[in-house]
Structure formats: structure tokens, C-alpha cells
């Protein structure tokens, strides 16, 4: 079993910056792909970023590509999401998920992730 805690969310203009953690309570952190998933109200919940477990390479959905940079500090068993240059559609709760699975292509979709946070409330006002 995982456990993740995500923070670091907040309320930010419109060109800003924050950086979301997300702490994971396992002793085989390296061994899982960890992705960020975000979802904004009356929509579905949607894929942001991965990294994944083997090679450490990272994926991001073209609507944060050059914007967001995820990184993984094994020491600290933690994942981070920097969001930089924030717009309001950015606006949304973002999730932190895992998964320890070996799977072929890129994980973008959340039935493939088995453990999740509960959420950490991004707003960008414009």
C-alpha cells in the first residue's frame, strides 16, 4: 500500500509560479512511475505529467509542455510539479498517482495508476 500527500497548492496570477509536492510513504518509491493528474470542475480528470520509474524520463501533456517540470527526489521519496508561467485554464485540484505496474507506452490515462493523493487546489486568477 501507498500513501501519497500532496502539497503546495495555492491561489496565484496569471504568469505565476508554484511547486506542488507530492511525499510517498514506501520503501520502493524508485520503483514506481509517478504522474500528476489534474481536474478541474465539471470536467474529467486529466493527465498532466509522468515520470517514469526505469530511466527516470519524463512525458507532459502538450497543454503544459515547456510550462510544468516534474522531478523525483528518491532520498526524500518525493515527486515535484513545477508550474511555471501559470494561465487560468491551469486552474484546477491536481492529484499525485502511482503505480509500481510494468506496462508498455506512456501511462497518460488514470486506470492505470493504483494509488492516489487527495488533492491540492490550484487557482490562477487572471
Known amino acids: 500500500q501507498v500513501q501519497l500527500v500532496e502539497s503546495g497548492g495555492g491561489l496565484v496570477q496569471a504568469g505565476g509560479s508554484l511547486r506542488l509536492s507530492c511525499a510517498a510513504s514506501t520503501r520502493t518509491f524508485s520503483s514506481y512511475d509517478m504522474a500528476w493528474f489534474r481536474q478541474a470542475p465539471g470536467k474529467e480528470r486529466e493527465f498532466v505529467s509522468v515520470i517514469r520509474w526505469y530511466g527516470g524520463n519524463t512525458y507532459y501533456a502538450d497543454s503544459v509542455k515547456g510550462r510544468f517540470t516534474i522531478s523525483r527526489d528518491s532520498a526524500k521519496n518525493t515527486v515535484y510539479l513545477q508550474l511555471n508561467r501559470l494561465k487560468p485554464e491551469d486552474t484546477a485540484v491536481y492529484y499525485c498517482?502511482?503505480?509500481?505496474?510494468?506496462?508498455?507506452?506512456?501511462?497518460?490515462?488514470?486506470?492505470?495508476?493504483?494509488?492516489w493523493g487527495q488533492g491540492t487546489q490550484v487557482t490562477v486568477s487572471s
Open positions: 498517482a502511482a503505480d509500481g505496474r510494468v506496462r508498455g507506452g506512456v501511462p497518460t490515462s488514470p486506470g492505470e495508476y493504483g494509488y
